[in-house]
């Protein structure tokens, strides 16, 4: 369980490492494994519901990034932050906010999770939103890290139950295939990152092992699950049709827009590129089919 925080508490003498999105699919690991190596980790979230579910030992702060309600007592005392901002319409203001707060309350290091490549052309314009944040984190006068991840594994959590139980995946990411990355090396680099000295200014573009294209993951998952499972194609608004109930519309139209990307450049990693990411995680890469595997067990 986690511990409340307010700003009368008195900080301990160590340093203090606030993570934003601590509930996600980065966040969560990155808290997991900074408690592990004895960092003071403080969560930061918008729902006090799921703080409850941190690990033993991190402390909890309710703040809001969009309207900026308790971030002043979120950043009490907060010497580094991993800053993890959720897709969607709001993700600048939210990221300006909290790196604002950040600069305000005098964190020393800034470590940010974009995304890979989001100046592509065509715009896509949840990965767009991620450069004026980018801006004004190296403009703050803090340390800082940016890194920028493939396409995760753990996207595919949402669809594990379609998989098993209809045999199609039906992620339309095409036939060039991404070097598909575990959030669990993405926290990894973060630790690193947030507690190594010699990350400053670094921008890391993070990859998986392998190439994963949409016919190459139905065939990892039909090998682990035991049944013949499908591609469902390359059609965007098909599948935007099938998930529309539960996006909004902005990211609705912005995530087609990633997979007509993915399509046309893939983009598969080179040699060069997945040996630099293993030297940012810190160890060998965790794979796709590993990831699938798991899910099997």
């Given amino acids: 369980m986690y511990r409340a925080i307010s700003c009368s508490q008195t900080e301990p003498p160590h340093m203090t490492i606030l993570v934003a999105g601590a509930t996600g699919n980065v966040g969560r690991p990155t808290v997991a494994a900074l408690l592990s190596s004895g960092e003071t980790v ?6 006090e519901d799921k703080l409850g579910d941190l690990p033993q030992g991190a402390e909890g ?17 907060v010497d580094r932050f991993f800053l993890i901002t959720a897709n969607g319409e709001t993700e600048t203001q939210r990221g300006l906010n909290a790196v604002n707060a950040a600069k305000a309350a005098g ?14 052309e065509p715009p896509i314009p949840h990965s767009r939103s991620k450069l004026p944040i ?11 890290t940016i890194l920028r991840p493939s396409y995760f594994n753990q996207t595919d959590l949402s669809v594990v139950r379609v998989v098993k139980d209809f045999g199609v995946y039906p992620m339309p990411i095409g036939t060039i295939g991404q070097n598909r990355v575990d959030t669990r090396d993405i926290a990894d680099c973060a630790v690193r990152a947030l507690t190594e000295d010699g990350h400053n200014g670094a921008e890391y573009d993070l990859h998986g092992p392998d190439t994963i294209s949409g016919p190459g993951a139905a065939a990892v998952y039909a090998r682990h699950f035991g049944r013949e499972v499908f591609y469902g194609g ?7 049709e099938s998930v529309k109930a539960f996006l909004a519309p902005w990211l609705l139209e912005s995530l087609k827009k990633m997979f007509l990307a993915q399509q046309a450049h893939g ?5 060069a590129e997945v040996a630099a990411s293993q030297e940012a995680v810190g160890h ?3 794979s796709f089919d590993a990831f699938v595997a798991e899910l099997a067990g």
């Fill in 42 to 47: 403080r969560a930061l979230s918008r729902s």
């Fill in 61 to 77: 702060a309710v703040a809001d990034l969009e309207t900026g309600s308790g971030l002043d007592a979120a950043f009490d005392g």
């Fill in 107 to 120: 964190v020393g290091r800034i470590v940010y999770l974009s995304v890979h490549n989001p100046d592509q």
């Fill in 134 to 144: 980018e801006a004004a984190i190296r403009e703050s006068g803090a340390e800082y």
């Fill in 234 to 240: 390359d059609d965007v608004e098909k599948w935007g």
């Fill in 267 to 271: 983009p598969a990693a080179s040699e």
């Fill in 284 to 286: 060998s890469l965790r």
